[in-house]
């Protein structure tokens, strides 16, 4: 388990590359060094809540329930993110 960490306004991303759906294709999406933490949380919560509205639809019209284990996946993450921005909002005042 991770010792927690004050929080510090130097934390920052370090350079990080997903492969997606493209394996010779690396480096075609990369976060960027030097991005504050928190920044980076926010465009987390919205790109999972994203993810998020788009696995519910699928799970409406599907036959079967496997799609609302991601459903269900996809809102304990953003549940955690989201708890974890706004405790490092607070933890800024």
């Known amino acids: 388990m991770l010792k927690p960490v004050p929080l510090h306004p130097k ?24 991005v504050p933490v928190l920044d ?11 993810a998020l509205n788009s696995a519910r639809d699928l799970a409406m019209e599907a036959d079967d329930h496997k799609p609302w284990a991601v459903v269900y996946l996809l809102e304990n993450t953003l549940a955690l993110v989201n708890a974890s ?9």
Do not use: C, W, Y
């Open 85 to 93: 921005v706004n405790g490092m909002l607070e933890a800024k005042l």
């Open 11 to 34: 934390i920052l991303t370090s350079n990080r590359s997903s492969r997606g759906a493209l394996p010779d294709h690396d480096k075609l999406f990369a976060v960027q060094a030097g």
């Open 40 to 50: 980076a949380m926010e465009h987390a919560s919205t790109l999972l809540d994203t």
